[in-house]
Structure formats: structure tokens, C-alpha cells
């Protein structure tokens, strides 16, 4: 096993590079000009080239690629072209957001998705099996800035359970950190509870057809132990995928449920930067986003194993 | 009890009451939390992330110098300038202006600023500001002569040197430390002591997220009452933060449920909700408003040539164009002065044609007489611009109607940004034809408006009208000696600018703020401003 990580860590960094290569490639052939961003509408020519030459931008693509590659070697990822802050701080600064997201909307997602999908292949083709269904078409169907809008107007202006916007550091207390992580969690979470709602049930409706489920209820097992630890457990593998590769989503940031909610995550972050041609910090945000899927990916296939014995690496 | 049993016990309206009660339990932690006391939490326009109010024009960095740095001279809302940390004499013959500082002015870093600061703050603006770099033209020498007074003297007459020390945007005059200030004008600085009302939190500094200004307890405001950047800047409050919010759905909710003190800029179709709303008032702070504007390029056929330029502007019309942009009359204005109406120089000089627009069968006989050979018009829209992305697809239909073959090219903003740089032909990515907004102050006198530059490919701005004529009749502005004088040149230099098509006004529009009823005092003027303002609990 440990051997089979090693590997796959290995072969990640062809991957890296290729991905690295690509980006700078793809952001240089883009039209823009950061320094027209820095300069705003008044500059002239001449002042808009001399503010590309001090940012190096007037350098042929070469010598541009050698010397990110070699900041990126160091463990520097320069500083954003803009702002002129370094890019691993302003990344820094959106992680918390991005992470509190991601995780509280996958433990919001979990808690709900995997029973609701349980209990629908359970009862298949009952009411509740429907209602289920019914509820996972919604998820779906509506786009998250409509469910956020709603969960504003209902939670958070009509009740004022909530506050409508921002984001709280958890540093700053449990209780204001849920408070403000609440709504664009949920918000986020309703696609992910949809999908993975789903995924649970058709995973489980294939399973439970299946000779050793009638065994084990022939055994006299209770439902319970029948649902759980022989059914759910071998039709874990499809919904640990979709979970995985769900959370990477999250984490690479979700720019609607951040603009929304006004939570500074990595989303938000991106777009500016690609609005505002900031190459650097666009190049580190998707190396980080490309780490990020690598890793998940990793984990899902070593998890593989934990959850089905049969697979062996 | 069995899992089956537990399943049929569950009921949807458990879980609403263990949502309902954890959301009170939340509500309850919050509603705990001390609040800050004396912040004003405000909205701006976009998020700040140039700090250097000198390299780039733009609004916000701008907005952020009036924060941190103070200016050499104010200018008061008759459009006077006047004294802010210095005062002048002028030399009887017109060519030596001597400033004094006034005492009590201290940088954030507790260094008291000098004659020796403002020169070299004076000589970095005027290697970025157009109408400084014309000034600086005609400068002989700039000194400092003592730890207060300095001099500025001319080699030749320069009528408006106060009017462009004094003007509220574009470049204002920010003072910084000489160590800042010698920074090159084409790199940004990073030091950011600036002298002014507040301090800039750099700890707290988050690109894109949020800005943290605090009350800077040393600075010793004017006595005069504030009028415009003039006047004392007494600041009531202990901290004014940034908050950057992509989504103005959500800023007009964050608003509206008293989270954000102060919107600066309100979406014309969210005005309702927020009009309603009785915790706020919703006004228009910036009198003079924007002028939006469409430019044509002077290199690239059909619009180098006149004839075809000035049909262009026959096929336009601004009660169309506000109509898609602003679309409230409240708000929107027919305004045929380049400078701006409501402005010192406003002058209707020359404006007819598209002050009668659209007229396309004018437009269409116009055409003809020119020769037009159905030469697709290369039309830039910015789709990312809410503020600009309406007039081209109008102007388009407009043009289209008049007989122009038309090109229209959504992209984003920093593609047209990097395209009308271009002076290649259309088919090497070059442009015809563009959209953009001004702020009045920006292009109030031929000084400061950047599209009266007849300095062709070299020296004009994007479109490079070579119009020696124009640059000719700016320096005669620039050395007029009386006001009728200057009004005069300045309606001849915009007749002349509407006879060869330098630019096309398509109308004026103000934008409302919104405000918290607890916001009280803040000042009517083209910059949003946070001395004079108090909050009350």
C-alpha cells in the first residue's frame, strides 16, 4: 500500500508540471494587461509600458517561464501583480473561509444525503422513496444563487436567525462562526445532498438485490445492521467517489455560494484574479487546485480499499 | 428500538424544530458578541487593491487617498480651490507661486511633513497626471525654500497651476514622505504613511475582501467647515471598513438589514427595495455625476475620416442610450458639454448634431455624400461592466439603422482594455469604436480631459486623434489670464472638438448612494469622504 502511494505521489509531478506548463502557456495567450488594471483608464501607451516593463512583462515568454519555475522551486509563488502582496498570503488569507465551506456544507451533506438515500432504496418505490427523489430533482434543478437568495430572505431578513452575509473566523467563537458558515453551507450543501442522495440510493438499490443481503436477513439480522453494515458498506465505493471528487469541488472554491454570502473563499479569489490578469496568483491558485484534485484522488482509491477488502493495491 | 422503529418515529417538522432551535442558539451567540464601537461598514464601488493613489487613476485607489494622505490645496464646492495644508502667494506677474504649510500637519509615523515632502510628492504626480504633465511643461523650477515653503515658479504663463493642485480626481495632490514619494511613478509604492484623517490598517489589509481605515488621532483639521476636500476634515468615528461585495444583491440585503452602514454605488433596478426600506435614506452624493462616451478611432477606415466620424455621431443619440443605461429619468441627463453640465465651463458650443439624435436618415445622406463602403465598424462591448455594457448594443442598432455596417464584440474588459491599445488596422486586432464613463471633475476643463489631446499616435489617448489645432487651443487655455477668457477658448475648443469628432458625449447619470439613518453628515460631493460624517448608536 504504502509502496502504491509512493508511486502515485511520483507520478503527480509530471502531472504538476504539465499543468504548470499549460497554465502560464493559456494565461500568456490570453488577451489582457494587468498593467492596464494598475494604470487605470487615464494612462497613456508609454505609461502603461513603462509599468509592464518594471512587472517584467515586456520579458519574452521564456525567460518569464524559467524565472517563475524557478521562484516555484524556492517555494516562492510571487507576489500578486496587482496588489503587490505575496500570493501564498492572499491564498492564506481565503483558506479558512474555502475550508469552513467545504467542510461544515460535507458534514451538512452527509448527515442528510447518505440516510435519505439509505431510507429511499429502502423503501423503493414507496411515497417516502419519491418524496426523496422529488427532493433531489429540486436540489438539482435549482441553482444555488436562488437557494441562497431564498435562505436570505427567509432565515436571515424575514426571521433573523441569521446574519445575511460575511464570513467569522472561528478563532472568533464556535457560536459566531456557525452563525455566519450556516446558510451559504447549506445553500452549497443542496447539491451535494441531491447528488449524493442519489448516488446512495442507486448504489444501495443494487446491493440489496443482491444473495447475501437476502442471507443476512434470512439470518435474522436486524434491518439496521442488514442497511448499514452489509449493504451501505459494499455500495460504499461509487459514493465515496462522488463524495471525493464533491469535496474538491468545494475546496477549490464555489464562486457563486462565496459571492452570495459574501464569504471571501478561493472562488472569489480566482475570478478577481482572472478578471484582473493577475498571472501569478491565477498560476498558483491552479496548481493549488490541481494538488488539491491529485491528492483527493488519492485518497478516495486508498479508501477504496478500507471500504471493500477485495481491492488491493 | 429497532432502526425501523426509530426511521417511522422521525418527523419532518423534528427536524424544523431542531433547526429552528439551533438557528436561535446561534442567533443568541451572536447577538452576545460585543460591536465594534463608531464603525462605519461601507460598500464601496469595486474592491481596492492598487494602494498607490498615484500610479493608477483609479476611482477607488483614489477614494483610498482621501483616506490616508491629505492635499496640498482643497477645492471647495464652487468649484474654488483652497488652501487645505498649505496656503499661496502668487508673484505679481503670475509666474511664482510660493506655499507655506500650515503647522500642526504630522505623518502617521509621527515625522512632521516638510516643504521637502510635498516637492517630491509634486514631481511624482506630475510624471502621472496629464494635466500636471502639461503643467510641469511650463515649469522652470520647484524648490523647496524652507521646512514649510517651497516655490513653484514658470518659465511661461499657466493659468489653471491652483485649479490642477486643488482638483479632486483624477490625480489628486497626495502628500507623502519624500522617502515614499521618490519612489519611480511607474512602480507602486509600499510604504503607506500618508498624513490624512485616517490610518490605513495594513494588518488587516485584505485584497478583495476588506480595507480597515482608523481614526488618526494626531491630524489637525482646518478650521473652516468642510465643503468638498476643503475645509477641516473632523472625523467622528473611530474606524471605517471596506467591505468588498461582488454581489449587489447581497450588498443591497447587507444594507438593508443594517449589517453595512453605506452603499456608494446602488443598482438602478434595486432601487425599490431599498427606497422602501424606512432604516434608510437613499441620495445622490456625487452632484455632477458621469459622462459616458463613445470613441472613435481616428487610424483605422471608415473613421478616419471626418465625414464619417461626424455621421457616426448623427446615428447616435443619448436619450436612447441613457434610456438602456439608467433607464430613470431621475437619474439620467441630456448633457451636450464635453465639460459636463452644471460645470464652470459648460458650454453647449457645437453639440447639435448629437444633441438632435439619433437622425438616421441624416446620418444615412451623411454616409453617402462620404463615399462609405460598408466597412464593418468594430464595436468593443464589455460585458463585464454593468456601467458600460448597454451603450455599444444600442449604439450598434443605431448605427445599424443609419447604414454602418456594424461589428459588435462582446468581450471582457481587460480584453478591450489590451485591444484599444492596439494602433494596428481591424483585421491585425485593432478597433473602431468604444465605450467609457467619466466622473465630471475628470473632464470638467481641456486641461484635465484626457480625450482633448490632439497628440495623434505618440501623445493622445486611445483613438489618437493628431489634431495639432486642438493642442494649439489648449495651450492658449492654459495661458489665458481671465476666467471669460477661458470660457471663451474653452467653447471654442469644444466646437472644434464636435466639428472633427475627437470623442462623442452620450449623456450624463448620477448614481444613488444608500444609507443607514444612522449615518448623519456626510458631505455632498464627487468623492465619497468619511470626515464630517457621524454615527449615531
Known sequence: ?313 | MSFIAKASAFHPRHLLRATLLASTLLGAGLAASPLQAQEIRAVMHSGIRVLDPVITTAHITRNHGYMIYDTLLGMDENLEPQPQMADWQVSDDGLTYTFTLRDGLVFHDGAPVTAADAVASLKRWGERDGGAQMMFRSIESLEATGDKTFELKLSEPFSTVLQLLAKPSGLPTFIMPARVAETPSSESITDYTGSGPFVFDESQFEPGVRAVYTKNEAYVPRDEPPSWTAGGKVVNVDQVTWVVMPDAMTAVNAVGSGEIDFMEQTPYDLLPLLEANPELTVEVLSPLGYQTMARLNWLNPPFDKVEIRRAAMAALGQDPILAALVGNPQYQEKCGSMYGCGTPLATDAGSELIMNGPQPEEAKRMLEEAGYDGTPIVLMQPTDVPSIAPQPVVAAQLLRQAGFTVDLQPMDWQTLVTRRASQAPVSEGGWNMFFTNWIIPEVWSPINNPMLNGGGKEGAWFGWPDDPKLDEMRANFAAAESEEERKTIAADIQAHAYEVVNYIPVGEYKIPSALSNKLTGMLEMPVPVFWAVEKAE
Open chain 1, 1 to 313: 500500500m504504502l509502496a502504491y502511494i509512493l508511486r502515485r505521489i511520483l507520478a503527480s509531478i509530471p502531472v504538476m508540471i504539465v499543468v504548470a506548463l499549460f497554465i502560464f502557456l493559456l494565461l500568456r495567450l490570453t488577451p489582457g494587461d494587468p498593467a492596464a488594471i494598475i494604470a487605470g483608464d487615464m494612462a497613456t501607451p508609454a505609461q502603461l509600458a513603462e509599468i509592464r516593463r518594471n512587472l517584467g512583462l515586456d520579458q519574452p515568454l521564456l525567460t518569464q517561464f524559467v524565472t517563475w519555475s524557478g521562484q516555484l522551486l524556492t517555494g516562492d509563488f510571487g507576489q500578486s501583480l496587482i496588489s503587490r502582496t505575496p500570493v501564498l498570503t492572499l491564498i492564506g488569507q481565503r483558506l479558512e473561509p474555502t475550508l469552513s465551506l467545504a467542510i461544515v456544507s460535507m458534514i451538512m451533506t452527509l448527515i442528510l444525503s447518505i440516510p435519505m438515500g439509505v431510507l429511499a432504496a429502502w423503501r423503493h418505490r414507496s411515497l417516502t422513496d419519491s418524496a426523496v427523489m422529488a427532493i433531489s430533482v429540486l436540489g438539482f434543478s435549482i441553482p444555488i444563487f436562488v437557494t441562497g437568495y431564498i435562505l436570505i430572505q427567509v432565515f436571515a431578513i424575514d426571521l433573523k436567525l441569521f446574519p445575511v452575509q460575511g464570513f467569522t473566523s472561528i478563532s472568533e467563537g464556535i457560536g459566531p462562526f456557525l452563525q455566519r458558515i450556516f446558510l451559504p453551507a447549506l445553500a452549497l450543501a443542496t447539491i451535494y445532498i441531491a447528488l449524493i442522495a442519489r448516488m446512495t440510493r442507486a448504489a444501495m438499490l443494487n446491493v440489496l438485490g443482491e444473495d447475501y443481503i437476502r442471507t443476512a436477513r434470512a439470518k435474522g439480522l436486524s434491518e439496521r445492521i442488514v442497511l448499514f453494515r452489509h449493504a451501505l458498506r459494499n455500495a460504499a465505493v461509487p459514493i465515496l467517489t462522488v463524495i471525493g471528487t464533491g469535496f474538491a469541488l468545494m475546496i477549490s472554491g464555489v464562486v457563486v455560494t462565496e459571492s452570495v454570502f459574501n464569504v471571501p473563499g478561493l472562488g472569489r479569489l480566482t475570478v478577481d484574479a482572472i478578471l484582473a490578469r493577475d498571472y501569478p496568483v491565477i498560476q498558483a491558485l491552479i496548481l493549488l487546485t490541481s494538488g488539491i484534485y491529485v491528492a483527493v484522488n488519492l485518497l478516495i482509491d486508498v479508501s477504496y480499499a478500507f471500504m471493500d477488502p477485495r481491492i488491493r493495491y
